[in-house]
């Protein structure tokens, strides 16, 4: 199973939605509340709330008296993304009624229900009667998922082998087997036999690494949504307990909102739920001990879902936290509360570089440094800082990864030291050298550059000996323009020899 390349965000994915898929989902109060917390604009949240607790549907001409003229604009976005998430319904046009605005039955109701509280709903989880173990505390839960995610993008940046995991336990080897089967179906990563561990990132995957941890969370989360609703299609009739993703997003949500720290019942969720934890506890998103399977402790990764995402720094946005504190503390991942969030931002960035290409990086974190090695020549690394340099070789292989020239100026320019920041803005300069710039991009073009040449492609081999045969005759006698031994394929500009070489060669078999 594979999955089309796309834009994985959860605005994107709600929005593909059927309406009978919202009023599903909108039957409990904490997807309600997370939707209104995360997916809305600010005007849209004023409307909401106007309409909450109104008697009866607003004229839609009335709006126009709560935003100023030149707020025109915002006001029709917003509506259209309430419109596009279900949350309300506005009467079609007629000549003797005016159009009438109002909110969803199940959205109303269940936003009141998570507003002011009460029923029977176990929406918001059911917390845990049973004694905690003292071990498990906020600081522990920050290890665990840090530890989880970091093995995560470990993988997507070819950091361990992929034969590590021995049979589905999670070990040196990174992430378990069914994590590594979502992150190919996705295709942040792909099989290369050209690798040490026998897959390579992708540009999907690079941009994946960019992204806020927050939205890396989601991304890793919508492509298990999709494979899902892939197997409930496939499997229905022999597990009709397996949960689709309506019950999946559903407790997301339910996740989203649980206090961070607190133990809560595992026997009060549903069986389909309950099947869903394993996989959670992959991801780094639930934590449940050994020794107690009726309690499950949600993690930072799952009580932020739909907080804001600079509550969660991404890994690469980490990058000079990581030479600042503790590479083992929570700070590297950007698992810090959104105070000791705010208290870091002054920090941009610990990499220099030089016009001769030189790189300087102060980090001491592996994975920092294997995302820098995707796109440099690393040369010598010392306690808390690696030294590399930029060549056309490494930044060529990591085109041929799909990463391009913009993402990895992108990166240099948002890691780069405060001493460059602060030279770049005395001078009104640009804070990467120009010169390095340019030939970053130069290099990518000479990637790019096609040249045509007239000849044969040989494809479809009945076996590895016959093509072997074939390509090896064709460079011997000086035919062969290029060749691809994983595909089996090669190009040569004539033919003429290699027919004749192909009859003698049958003749004799």
Do not use: C
């Not at 009667?129 to 070819?158: C, F, G, M, Q, S």
């Not at 561990?197 to 999907?204: D, K, N, P, Y």
């Not at 990764?301 to 907080?307: M, P, Q, V």
């Amino acid at each position: 199973m594979s999955v089309a390349p796309q834009s994985y965000q959860l605005s994107d994915y709600l929005e593909k939605l059927p309406g009978t898929t919202f009023r599903k989902l909108y039957q409990q109060p904490s997807t309600a509340f997370a939707i209104f917390r995360r997916m809305l604009p600010p005007l849209a949240k004023v409307f909401v709330q106007a309409l909450l607790y109104m008697p009866a549907p607003l004229l839609l001409s009335e709006l126009d008296i709560w935003v100023r003229p030149e707020g025109k604009m915002h006001r029709d976005r917003a509506l259209s993304i309430l419109r596009s998430l279900h949350i309300i319904q506005i009467t079609p046009p007629g000549k003797d009624r005016p159009q009438e605005l109002q909110l969803t039955t199940n959205f109303k109701n269940s936003l009141r229900l998570a507003l002011e509280g009460g029923g029977s709903h176990n929406s918001f989880g059911v917390p845990s009667t049973l004694p905690v173990d003292p071990r498990i505390d906020i600081a522990h839960l920050d290890n665990y998922a840090r530890k989880k995610w970091e093995d995560i993008l470990h993988y997507v940046v070819n950091s361990v082998p992929i034969h590590g995991d021995g049979g589905g336990n999670n070990s040196a080897g990174g992430p378990k087997t069914s994590v590594k089967d979502l992150l190919l179906a996705g295709r942040l990563v792909e099989r290369r036999h050209d690798t040490r561990g026998g897959v390579g990132i992708t540009q999907a995957g690079f941009t994946f690494l960019l992204q806020e941890a927050n939205a890396q969370v989601w991304t890793l989360l919508l492509l298990w949504l999709e494979a899902a609703d892939h197997s409930k299609t496939e499997q229905k009739a022999a597990n009709p307990a397996k949960p689709d993703s309506i019950d999946m997003l559903s407790f997301l949500f339910m996740l989203a909102s649980l206090e961070l720290g607190r133990a809560y019942d595992t026997d009060a969720l549903t069986e389909t739920r309950r099947n869903m934890l394993p996989a959670l506890v992959d991801f780094g998103l639930i934590y449940i001990p050994r020794e107690d399977t009726r309690q499950y402790f949600p993690t930072r990764l799952a009580t932020t879902l739909t907080s804001s995402a600079s509550a969660l720094r991404s890994v690469s946005s980490g990058f000079a936290a990581a030479a600042s504190n503790n590479p083992g503390d929570a700070a590297s991942l950007g698992l810090t509360t959104p105070a000791e969030a705010d208290s870091t931002t002054s920090t941009k960035g610990s990499i220099i570089i030089e016009t001769n290409y030189r790189l300087y990086a102060y980090t001491a974190s592996p994975l920092q440094i294997a995302v820098l090695a995707l796109f440099t020549q690393l040369n010598m690394r010392f306690a808390g800082m690696v030294t590399g340099r930029l060549t056309r070789d490494s930044i060529r292989r990591a085109i041929g990864f799909g990463i391009t020239a913009d993402q990895i100026i992108s990166y240099l320019a948002s890691h780069a030291h405060e001493q460059m920041a602060r030279a770049a803005a005395a001078t009104k300069r640009p804070v990467l050298p120009p010169t390095v710039v340019d030939q970053i991009r130069l290099w990518q073009l000479e990637n790019e550059r096609m040249k045509t040449t007239a000849g044969f492609l040989f494809k479809d081999f009945d076996t590895l000996e016959e093509y072997v045969g074939l390509s090896s005759y064709a460079e011997e006698i000086g035919v062969l323009v290029w060749r691809n031994d994983r595909k089996r394929m090669f190009f040569a500009s004539k033919f003429e020899q290699l027919r004749d070489y192909l009859k003698s060669r049958k003749k004799a078999e």
